[in-house]
């Protein structure tokens, strides 16, 4: 029993829907107030309710499978996305590496010390030199850009050593930070004067031949003194004392210099074409005038 009553009940239900659908369309269609009226205001009121609901039900599923079309429309148009983000983050590192190449170069053409008015050619770090000597590197100028055996480098921080080899296009330099360089320095401010040598890759240099009783203390700044065989003009930054030890009984004291230059990391580097015959004539003509 209760299942026919249950089968009377959807039976009803389907036919009033099919009856409010008709009173509906019929009052549609006559377009004028009448006795349809009230019975399309009751119809509405009973089938929206179930419009909605039927609505709420299969929305999502339609929804769903709307979505599943675009799929692959998304899936290309990632892809296309990420590809433009690697593309992008390339040109940035590039414009980076550009930016901080074209930094350091106005450093090298922008020197403001006195030395630097000299004829100087930039050229381009490109390899260590393993072989013969344990602190060289190799740059990409030689000979044919006039440069020649023992003129002296620099880059914007200070010294970096001489040109101890040349071919046509490429040389050799000594850095200072090697065991077998030197360069006649003074103390910037009290000019006591001595020679700085290198004791290898991640050393201190040392200052040898400053009278024991000198005031050198630690903070005093490090140029060349312009006495090295012309080969260093005068006034070339060094690097700064960090460490002065001396007694009156010792016979010179103990300097270390920690230099300006980042010797781990050339790039870009100066060689100075007048160094040599231009500054070795000249001093020892007035050093003979004054004898």
């Known amino acids: 029993m209760q299942f026919r009553r249950t089968g009377r009940g959807r039976l009803l239900l389907l036919a009033f829907l099919v009856l409010s659908l008709v009173v509906i369309t019929l009052d549609f269609r006559s377009g004028v107030d009448g006795p349809l009226e009230t019975a399309k205001d009751i119809s509405t009121t009973i089938v929206a309710p179930i419009q909605r609901g039927v609505t709420t039900v299969f929305r999502p599923v339609g929804n769903f499978f709307s979505s599943l079309g675009d799929l692959s429309t998304l899936r290309a148009d990632n892809e296309e996305l990420r590809e433009q983000v690697t593309e992008l983050s390339t040109q940035i590192e590039q414009a980076e590496a550009i930016q901080a190449e074209n930094a350091r170069l106005h450093e090298i053409l922008d020197l403001d010390e006195s030395y630097t008015t000299m004829d100087r050619v930039t050229a381009t770090v490109i390899a260590d030199i393993p072989n013969n000597y344990r602190w060289a590197v190799r740059i ?135 160094s040599g015959p231009r500054l070795e004539t000249e001093p020892q003509k007035d050093r003979g005038g004054n004898r």
């Not at 006591?192 to 005031?215: C, K, W, Y």
């Not at 030890?245 to 980042?262: R, S």
């Open 140 to 274: 990409d100028r030689g000979s044919n850009d006039g440069i020649e055996t023992d003129m002296a480098v620099v880059a914007p921080e200070g010294l970096v050593g001489k040109i101890i080899s040349v071919q046509p296009d490429s040389s050799i330099v000594l850095l200072l930070i090697d065991p077998g360089a030197a360069a006649h320095s003074r103390i910037k401010e009290k000019g006591f004067v001595g020679t700085v040598r290198g004791n290898g890759a991640d050393q201190t240099l040392s200052m040898i031949g400053i009278h024991p009783e000198a005031n050198v203390k630690e903070g005093d700044e490090v140029v060349t003194a312009g006495y090295d065989l012309a080969i260093f003009p005068p006034s070339i930054p060094v690097g700064e004392v960090v460490s002065a030890v001396g007694e009156g009984a010792d016979v010179e004291q103990d300097i270390e210099v920690e230099p300006w230059v980042d010797f781990n990391s050339l790039d870009f580097v100066q060689v100075l074409l007048e």
